[in-house]
């Protein structure tokens, strides 16, 4: 999908999907938020049953993190706190754009899977930059391809391997660091399971919280 709109609906129907997605701020033109606010621009550009377009009632209340704020004067955006859901870049396109520092987020295991059931993907890398040659995306994709048909069984998916191996496996497969956007659910297992790669980092001079 080239934005995170997903029109597509690739998030829940490919086995690997890319979405188009930014890494800076939105940009802003405050004038045509003004504009919006006053009637005179259309919201979704005319394709919408609002009249008038109440910015704090229809945008910013709406606003999924709540990172929106608008006086009536001028509107804020806590960047940080974005998880990019595009809707007031929907209801107000005049106004409000992508930022310019632009890649892919890139996401794994959707699809209906006879066994285990329909499933979304998991979000295996938040940003990607994306430029010619592309290498960084061959690779990780040629490393996914490589670790699936290693250890996939006959008909079993890329998202059915990995629930039955585990995340942590197919991470370390594929050499990817783990990231809290691939956690589905809290962990129950109340065990903890250590490599020694977590015991050299002593060596490397790093001090753990003792009692003592």
């Known amino acids: 999908s080239g934005c995170p709109n997903d029109c597509v609906a690739a998030v829940a129907r490919a086995d690997q999907s890319m979405i188009g997605v930014w890494k800076d701020d939105i940009r802003i033109d405050q004038s045509a938020v003004k504009a919006y606010a006053g009637g005179e621009l259309k919201p979704r550009g005319g394709a919408s049953p609002y009249a008038k377009l109440d910015v704090k009632a229809d945008v910013t209340d709406l606003c999924p993190t709540g990172c929106m704020s608008w006086d ?84 079993e998916r890329v998202g059915e391997l990995i629930l039955r191996l585990g995340m942590r496996t197919f991470l370390e497969a594929v050499g990817l660091p783990p990231i809290p956007q691939s956690v589905i659910r809290a962990r129950a297992n109340p065990f903890f399971f250590w490599h020694q790669a977590d015991f050299d980092a002593e060596a490397a001079g790093r001090k753990y919280y003792t009692t003592k």
Not at 117 to 146: C, H
């Open 72 to 155: 009536g004067k001028k509107l804020k955006i806590d960047n940080k706190n974005c998880n990019h859901c595009m809707h007031c870049i929907n209801l107000m396109p005049m106004a409000l754009k992508p930022g310019t520092e632009r890649g892919c987020t890139i996401l794994l295991g959707s699809h209906a899977p006879i066994l285990e059931g329909a499933q979304m993907s998991w979000v295996i890398v938040p940003f990607m930059p994306l430029e010619p040659p592309y290498d960084d995306l061959k690779e990780l994709t040629r490393n996914i391809t490589e670790w699936w048909a290693e250890n996939g069984k006959t008909r």
